[in-house]
């Protein structure tokens, strides 16, 4: 199983990140840094993973490179580098995949185990709403577009995915559905994250976030209704 983590600027955290990783079910850690200044990537080398250069920014991008570079892994798992999600969760976003009933699972912070306060209220409300389009939309059941998620590599490499920014973690959900994956929500916790935010830590970068991202659920939505195939259950 390989573990990708975008990293931009995380020196503060990236260590407790590593550190915390399962090592007797974990075969590989990618970090994907983009331009960081702080010794990011030297802290991840120094603690045995391996570390990608992609100075193209995005975090879709960095997904989508960790991915590509991933050594013939079965499972892939993402994780921020910011400590706001608990590595040593990781087996439970595994065990539906083990069991063979999800293809991909996907980690919601918003029910009891989230510390109160970790998500700022935008961004309970946007995933909220996102959630709940989903939901409406395409008949998904989840609650939360969290960072923590892992998937079958060959369920993922089929979906082709190509979001380089903030989309890509909705994507795969819209795509994978439209696709007939098996996506199954588990819960796990979040804190506050160590260091600085560089997406949606602001109002600012949550409305602009949401904003795409609502869109794509809308734009994938009608996209499948003209190519004329049935709407899933
Ligand atoms: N490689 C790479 N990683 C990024 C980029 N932007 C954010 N990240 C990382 O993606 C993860 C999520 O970003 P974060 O700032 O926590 O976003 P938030 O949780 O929405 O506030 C963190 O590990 C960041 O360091 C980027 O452009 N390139
Ligand atoms: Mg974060």
Request: glycine content about 10%; overall charge positive; charged content about 20%.
């Given at each position: 199983?390989?573990?990708?983590?975008?990293?931009?600027?995380?020196?503060?955290?990236?260590?407790?990140?590593?550190?915390?990783?399962?090592?007797?079910?974990?075969?590989?850690?990618?970090?994907?840094?983009?331009n960081?200044?702080?010794?990011?990537?030297?802290?991840?080398?120094?603690?045995?993973?391996?570390?990608?250069?992609?100075?193209?920014?995005?975090?879709?991008?960095?997904?989508?490179?960790?991915?590509?570079?991933?050594?013939?892994?079965?499972?892939?798992?993402?994780?921020?580098?910011?400590?706001?999600d608990?590595?040593?969760?990781?087996?439970?976003?595994?065990?539906?995949?083990?069991?063979?009933?999800?293809?991909?699972?996907?980690?919601?912070?918003?029910?009891?185990?989230?510390?109160?306060?970790?998500?700022?209220?935008?961004?309970v409300?946007?995933?909220?709403?996102a959630a709940?389009?989903?939901?409406?939309?395409?008949?998904?059941?989840?609650?939360?577009?969290?960072?923590?998620?892992?998937?079958?590599a060959?369920?993922?490499?089929?979906?082709?995915?190509?979001?380089?920014?903030?989309?890509?973690?909705?994507?795969?959900?819209?795509k994978?559905?439209?696709?007939?994956?098996?996506?199954?929500?588990?819960?796990?916790?979040?804190?506050?994250?160590?260091?600085?935010?560089?997406?949606?830590?602001?109002?600012?970068?949550?409305?602009?976030?949401?904003?795409?991202?609502?869109?794509?659920?809308v734009?994938?939505?009608?996209?499948?209704?003209?190519?004329?195939?049935?709407?899933?259950?």
């Amino acid at each position: 199983m390989s573990v990708v983590i975008p990293t931009h600027n995380e020196a503060q955290s990236i260590s407790r990140v590593l550190a915390d990783l399962p090592a007797d079910i974990v075969t590989e850690v990618l970090v994907v840094d983009s331009n960081s200044t702080d010794g990011t990537p030297d802290i991840a080398s120094k603690m045995g993973a391996r570390v990608l250069h992609e100075p193209r920014r995005g975090y879709g991008r960095a997904c989508l490179t960790g991915l590509a570079a991933a050594n013939n892994p079965d499972v892939v798992v993402f994780l921020d580098g910011d400590y706001s999600d608990r590595p040593a969760e990781l087996p439970v976003l595994l065990t539906p995949i083990i069991d063979g009933r999800a293809d991909i699972t996907l980690g919601s912070r918003l029910g009891k185990l989230s510390v109160h306060g970790a998500l700022p209220w935008h961004q309970v409300f946007g995933n909220r709403l996102a959630a709940g389009l989903i939901r409406l939309l395409y008949g998904l059941k989840i609650s939360d577009l969290g960072p923590f998620r892992a998937a079958r590599a060959d369920v993922l490499r089929r979906l082709e995915l190509q979001e380089n920014t903030y989309g890509w973690a909705v994507e795969i959900i819209l795509k994978g559905t439209l696709g007939g994956v098996r996506i199954v929500e588990v819960p796990v916790s979040y804190y506050p994250r160590i260091g600085k935010s560089k997406i949606s830590g602001t109002l600012k970068g949550t409305v602009g976030a949401g904003w795409f991202i609502l869109s794509l659920i809308v734009r994938y939505y009608l996209r499948h209704r003209k190519a004329g195939t049935p709407r899933p259950a």
